[in-house]
Nanobody, 116 residues
Framework: QVQLVESGGGLVQPGGSLRLSCAAS????????MGWYRQAPGKQRELVAS???????NYADAVKGRFTISRDNAKNTMYLQMNTLKPEDTAVYYC??????????WGQGTQVTVSS
């Protein structure tokens, strides 16, 4: 069983920045992949960014050049640095992991609101 806790969400003005964190209850070294998803009201959950165990990165077109995903194995934590935020980035952001046996776990989500 893996527990994931997101933090770092909040209210920010357009053009601002936030850094989300996803802390795992144990070592993330062996995880096959970790990712960030988001779900806006009335919309389906969508992939924002992912990082594989080998370090391969994948970004949604809407966030390329603005968001950066990273992981710190020593801290068992994944991050999402979000810059130049736009109102359309407003959503609940979730982290997930696929473990070494491909079990899937989700965090509880953190709200990001971009508004003036």
């Amino acid at each position: 069983q893996v527990q994931l806790v997101e933090s770092g969400g909040g209210l920010v003005q357009p053009g601002g920045s936030l850094r989300l964190s996803c802390a795992a209850s144990g070592s993330i070294t062996g995880f096959n992949s970790m990712g960030w998803y988001r779900q806006a009201p009335g919309k389906q959950r969508e992939l924002v960014a992912s990082i594989s165990r080998g370090g391969n990165l994948n970004y949604a077109d809407a966030v390329k050049g603005r968001f950066t995903i990273s992981r710190d194995n020593a801290k068992n934590t994944m991050y999402l640095q979000m810059n130049t935020l736009k109102p359309e980035d407003t959503a609940v952001y979730y982290c997930n992991v696929h473990t070494s046996t491909w079990s899937l776990y989700w965090g509880q989500g953190t709200q990001v609101t971009v508004s003036s």
